[in-house]
């Protein structure tokens, strides 16, 4: 059973850094385009990064560019985003997804996602 866990969330001040893990099992990476939503309260949920099967990646949110980076590692079967210089709209929960072929930045393209990781960036 193909399975999506993200991990690496917390409380974080202003200015500082996070980094989330997305542990896949079940399949393997190699063959999926891996991108990370997120969802803040009230609102809807937005594409942030996406990488490809052979480690491009797409910003899907202006808000993160210069700030947030994706990366892949397949040996370990397991996505990154690494998330510097936060702030408090940054505030979400993150979720990370899975899909074939291409990256997209409509969460209903994706059929797999993971069960979320809170952040919250607060003084």
């Known amino acids: 059973q193909l399975q999506l866990v993200e991990s690496g969330g917390g409380l974080v001040q202003p200015g500082g850094s996070l980094r989330l893990s997305c542990a896949a099992s079940?399949?393997?990476?190699?063959?999926?385009?891996m991108g990370w939503f997120r969802q803040a309260p009230g609102k809807e949920r937005e594409g942030v990064l996406c990488?490809?099967?052979?480690?491009?990646?797409?910003n899907y949110a202006d808000s993160v560019k210069g700030r947030f980076t994706i990366s892949r590692d397949n040996a370990k079967n397991t996505v990154y985003l690494q998330m510097n210089s936060l702030k408090p709209e940054d505030t979400a929960v993150y979720y990370c997804?899975?899909?074939?072929?291409?990256?997209?930045?409509?969460?209903?393209?994706?059929?797999?996602w993971g069960q979320g990781t809170q952040v919250t960036v607060s003084s």
């Open positions: 990488i490809s099967s052979s480690g491009d990646s797409i």
């Open positions: 079940g399949f393997t990476l190699d063959n999926y385009v």
């Open positions: 997804t899975a899909r074939k072929y291409s990256c997209s930045v409509y969460s209903g393209a994706y059929g797999y």
